[in-house]
């Protein structure tokens, strides 16, 4: 993943002996391992940090950890999750200001756990959780951080019944916006910078497409 202003590079890597996430300047002239965190799903922030959720199981390191952009080999813990399959930091984002990070979270194993929707700060003090029933993830932040556009399933193991839901910050409301069909399955919800169409893309056996939902 390329960061915003396009200096530099975050690259999730895999062999024998573990995993890790290199970052390397976009020219080649510098590169570094991240110590202290492992994770799939890095994501580059606005303001130049890099987003580092970690679950349970033998790929990533569990917590939710943050690459300050004047230290780019360091993670720092903003949460903690545990060890478990099926717990900690599914997938995470960043809002458009770099101010909030909206993220999933499991608790442990999946006849038991459920997955809530988390809205943290960057350096953890705000950590709260805006809708904390059944199996959430794929949580999305609209630019004006009125809404959180996520995708609900039927379990963490299952995504045969899906659907796509808004939550408001202020109301506390969550609004069905859009039924799965079955076989399909959706994937992290994007936004159009004005705030106006919020898309997913959507996986299905025979191929991949894309969709779009309005705000209204």
């Known amino acids: 993943m390329i960061a915003h202003d396009a200096s530099w590079l ?3 890597m895999t062999q024998w002996e573990g995993h890790s996430i290199g970052v390397f ?4 002239s510098a590169a570094c391992l991240v110590e202290g965190a492992t994770s799939f799903n890095p994501v580059w ?4 940090d890099l987003l580092i959720p970690g679950g ?9 950890f943050v690459v300050h952009r004047q230290e780019l080999c ?6 903690e999750s545990s060890a478990q399959y099926h717990a900690g930091f599914d997938s995470a984002v960043w809002s458009a200001d770099g101010s909030l990070i909206a993220t999933s979270f499991g ?5 038991v756990t459920r997955a809530s929707v988390r809205l943290l700060s960057p350096d953890g003090a705000e950590n709260r959780t805006p809708v904390e029933d059944a199996f959430n993830y794929w949580s999305a932040l609209d630019p004006t951080k009125r809404w959180i556009y996520f995708v609900r399933q039927s379990s963490p193991l299952s995504t045969d019944e899906q659907s796509i839901l808004r939550h408001d910050l202020a109301s506390g409301s969550t609004a069905l916006i859009a039924e799965v069909p079955l076989g399909w399955s959706v994937r992290q919800p994007s936004w159009r910078l004005t705030g106006t169409w919020c898309s997913a893309s959507i996986p299905i056996r025979a191929g991949a497409s894309t969709g779009a939902v309005g705000t209204g």
């Open 10 to 12: 975050a690259v999730a």
């Open 25 to 28: 300047d976009i020219d080649g």
């Open 45 to 48: 922030g606005p303001q130049g």
């Open 56 to 64: 349970g199981g033998d790929y990533a390191t569990p917590g939710l």
């Open 74 to 79: 360091a993670a720092v813990k903003i949460a």
């Open 107 to 111: 608790e442990g194993e999946p006849e």
